[in-house]
């Protein structure tokens, strides 16, 4: 990423400022598909651990713990597609000398730990959406903020190869309160999940009206609605925003909690 740049729902922009190398850091700013950023942590561990070692399309059912250390049961996937819980499941256990669960922030860890705890529904939620434009947006490593107190906005490039070709693959995010949205909708988050598929029809009159900087894109004419239609629907997502109390202790007996499972932040924005 090159630049920040903020701007009105009307397109007037606010304020610019440089990014990563361009502002002279030290380092660069990235702005990476998680799929691919994943992917690339997972290859980082194999390479340090060895691929024995990691034992991918593991769920965790549940643990028990002793004197002498800790047994944690799985479902494991019976092939890639497997959503796991299904009859096709295979399960597995494993025996170690502690537990660390470093799993989330839905941690099957922390909900045997503390089973009453419960997630609340802040009123916001968050509406994105991963298009392909067979323009650059700006110069292809900007990323662009803007909207309101109740409705707020970020756009970015996720891919190195498509700015080489002068196309942009672009992550677009809208994140609302309630109050917004359609009166049906309000109150109502649906499950909890980052892959929630969504009509447009349930939030793209929130940024009607809504148009970029001059120069964001050669087309002068491409607003935000515009992107939005021509986003894919198996590509147009919803994630209610649930915020979690920290856990009181984060270490009983031989089981710890890391990260998100011990002191889950709340996952506001991009």
Known sequence: TSELVYCAPSGTVILREKRG????????????????????????????????NVHCGHHL???AQDLEGVTANFAVAADKGERFGG?????????????IGADGLKSKVRAQLYPSARAKFTGWRIYRGVVEVDTQFYDGKSMLLY??????????????????????????????????????LRGEPGVESWTRRVRREEFDHIVEGWTFPKGAFPDPGLDFSALIAQTPADSVTCYALFDRDP?????????????????????FGS
């Open 61 to 63: 059912l549940d643990f």
């Open 147 to 184: 909207g309101h107190s109740k409705a707020a906005s970020v756009l970015y490039p996720v891919c190195e190869r498509r700015r080489r070709e002068g196309k942009t693959l672009l992550n677009w995010g809208i994140n609302c309160q309630d109050e917004v949205l359609k009166p049906h």
């Open 21 to 52: 190398l361009a502002a002279g850091c030290d380092a660069p700013q990235y702005s990476i598909h998680r799929g691919w950023l994943h992917r690339m942590l997972l290859h980082a561990v194999h390479e340090r651990l060895g691929r024995a």
């Open 247 to 267: 856990a009181a202790r984060w270490t009983l007996g031989r089981v710890t909690l890391l990260g998100d499972a011990a002191h889950p932040l709340l996952p």
């Open 87 to 99: 009859a096709a499941s295979v399960r597995a256990s494993y025996r170690g000398d502690i537990l």
